[in-house]
């Protein structure tokens, strides 16, 4: 099994911005299918934002203009900017993907245990 592991989290003020990297937990062949969700307490998981299935992006209404999803293909690692952060932006981000390991094993819809992000002043 290959996890995913969130970075990046952690206290900010409103107006703030922060950068979540999203990495596997050894050394994969590729990952896909990745998208960022939250969750608040109290509330449902919802997805933040995501490649499509031909290479472009979507993004939660909430977030757009203010996050960017991109990737580093060479590391496999999915990374998560954003800007002018508010307090209803705080939860814990995770991410989801398809894992394929150097066996051409592929771990559909695996997650990592998420990172906490907390807009406050």
């Known amino acids: 099994q290959v996890q995913l592991v969130e970075s990046g989290g952690g206290l900010v003020q409103p107006g703030g911005s922060l950068r979540l990297s999203c990495a596997p937990s050894r050394s994969i062949f590729s990952i896909n299918n990745v998208g960022w969700y939250r969750q608040a307490p109290g509330k449902q998981r919802e997805l933040v934002a995501a490649f499509t299935s031909g290479g472009s992006t979507n993004y939660a209404d909430s977030v757009k203009g203010r996050f960017t999803i991109s990737r580093d293909n060479d590391k496999n690692t999915v990374y998560l900017q954003m800007n002018n952060l508010k307090p209803e932006d705080t939860a814990v981000y995770l991410c989801?993907?398809?894992?394929?390991?150097?066996?051409?094993?592929?771990?559909?819809?695996?997650w990592g245990q998420g990172t906490q992000v907390t807009v406050s002043s």
């Open positions: 989801k993907a398809d894992v394929t390991t150097w066996a051409a094993r592929t771990y559909f819809n695996s």
